[in-house]
């Protein structure tokens, strides 16, 4: 059985497994799929975005390239902070778009804001060493 550290809770057995699955870009529908993610051996971008953010828009399809470029090596869930602002505020997220990567139960990066493709491409480079 598969534990949230995150809530200290097991994970329901019918969440979306995303631990051996890479190139996978879905958008956050609970939190068993968020506790999947953020635990899973995966390296995933968690991209806390909201639909009325001009800079999320402009970022979102950085983002989706990306990994569809890195599509054997990261995930990306996208995360409504406007349905799920209770993740966000766990996570700190004063500012949108704000994008963490995440591994085995942990942050490994992550920055605020719009970022170059160079930039991001190098943040994944040094989660993936």
Known sequence: MSFCVRFARPLLSNAMVMRSRFGTISALENDAQFDEAF?????????????????????????????????????????DVDDFGDIAQEFDVNAIPCV??????????????????????????????
């Open 39 to 79: 635990n899973g051996a995966v390296p995933t971008l968690i991209d806390f975005h909201a639909n009325w953010c001009g800079p999320c828009k402009i970022l979102t399809p950085t983002l989706k390239d990306l990994v569809e470029k890195h599509e054997k090596e990261i995930n990306l869930l996208m995360v």
């Open 100 to 129: 963490k990567l995440v591994r085995e139960g942990n942050v490994v990066g992550g920055f605020v804001g719009v970022k170059t493709k160079e930039d991001i491409e190098t943040l994944i480079a040094q989660s993936l060493d």
